[in-house]
């Protein structure tokens, strides 16, 4: 390793026993075994790092005294507990050679093993690049490595080998907990509901009816073990495959409505199931004219992207609308601008109309 790469190594090992200190109450208290523990906290270090724990390991601190002031050790012996690291390197804005960048990624994976006592073969390295045109992420292998997570008293399987993303987004935990909590009673549209976190939220709050819309089988799948961990099973929770467009647009027609709507689209999609490809950069005013026709009077929609080039125009919504970002950004992410969410209702447009 260069000089640079060790004096990186050090800044990194400190910064993730920092935050792990931080955090560690924070976790408890929230119930939450799932969450990040470096955010590209530091420009030359573009890593992210998520942190898998098995329920019932909020023990003591895993950190030895003094990590954060420079004297990193690692707990003896190795975590025995199931918790496991997700690693993932995101595009530099130079080039560095692949070799090279491989080793500096192995090199921070077992730092980061040390620092929180995890078995270095339950770290699970990724990159992350820039997606250019219809480019889109695929399934990465098959090993299967999954864990169950806890958030709010509540289970998840996650899968931490075979894809990009885990089975989890951590940055919506808060707009889960605010479905939930906002569901009792309710009827509930989960769309593009990958693998139905909001869905078994919104079935622990207490809603009467939870719809669970995605065109993907093996997320359906996924979304029915998640609920079904839960408890939450039989006809109150359907899950329809389906493109989303396809669904709203059969919904409105049978005069289908819901109380509740999540609608949390990817970026961009492609899907040899449709025929048109969706792009939320350009195609979202459209959908939450959609998602409103199939709105209860006094429902409530929450639309969220993680696009950074989405423009935002109120004009373009038939009722009231407010962002609520800020609102929806948990407290181990860095970044405050890992998605966007809107808070989208009709009264505005019921009240101009008595």
Not at 40 to 57: N, Q
Not at 96 to 114: N, T, V, Y
Not at 218 to 229: F, H, P, Q, S, V
Not at 269 to 295: G, Q
């Amino acid at each position: 390793m260069t000089e640079k790469d060790e004096r990186q190594l050090e800044y990194f090992r400190n910064r993730v026993a920092k935050n792990e200190k931080a955090l560690r109450r924070w976790a408890r208290r929230e119930g939450v075994t799932a969450y990040r523990l470096y955010d590209r906290d530091i420009p030359e270090i573009p890593l992210a790092l998520d942190w898998y724990r098995e329920p019932d390991c909020h023990g003591g601190s895993t950190v030895a005294d003094g990590a954060a002031a420079g004297g990193v050790r690692a707990r003896s012996g190795p975590d025995t507990s199931g918790s496991a690291l997700c690693l993932a390197l995101y595009d530099r804005p130079y080039e560095k050679d692949e070799a090279e960048e491989e080793a500096w990624l192995a090199s921070m994976a077992r730092a980061a093993c040390g620092i929180l006592g995890v078995d270095e073969a339950s770290c699970f390295t990724k990159t992350r690049k820039r997606m250019k045109g219809s480019d889109q992420y695929g399934r990465l292998g098959s090993a299967e490595a999954e864990r169950t997570v806890k958030e709010g008293g509540l289970s998840f399987v996650v899968n931490l080998s075979d894809y990009l993303d885990t089975g989890l987004f951590l940055d919506h935990r808060p707009l889960r907990a605010r479905v939930r909590a906002e569901a009792a009673g309710k009827r509930v549209l989960n769309l593009f509901a990958y693998t139905g976190a909001f869905s078994v939220h919104a079935a622990a709050g207490g809603a009467s009816l939870v719809t669970t819309v995605d065109l993907s089988n093996t997320y359906l799948d996924w979304a029915e073990r998640n609920l079904a961990l839960n408890g939450f099973t039989g006809p109150a929770y359907p899950l329809v495959r389906s493109d989303v467009r396809a669904f709203l647009a059969g919904a409105a027609r049978r005069s289908e409505v819901w109380d509740l709507i999540v609608a949390d689209p990817p970026t961009f999609s492609n899907s040899k199931a449709t025929s048109e490809d969706f792009d939320v950069n350009r195609d979202w005013p459209e959908l939450v004219r959609a998602c409103l026709d199939v709105l209860a009077p006094d429902g409530r929609l929450y639309f969220s992207t993680n696009s950074r080039r989405l423009k935002w125009e109120p004009a373009l919504v038939p009722g009231e609308a407010a962002e609520i970002s800020e609102e929806t950004i948990p407290p181990d992410f860095r970044d405050r601008k890992v998605h966007r969410a809107f808070s989208i209702s009709h009264r505005a447009a019921h009240s101009a109309s008595t």
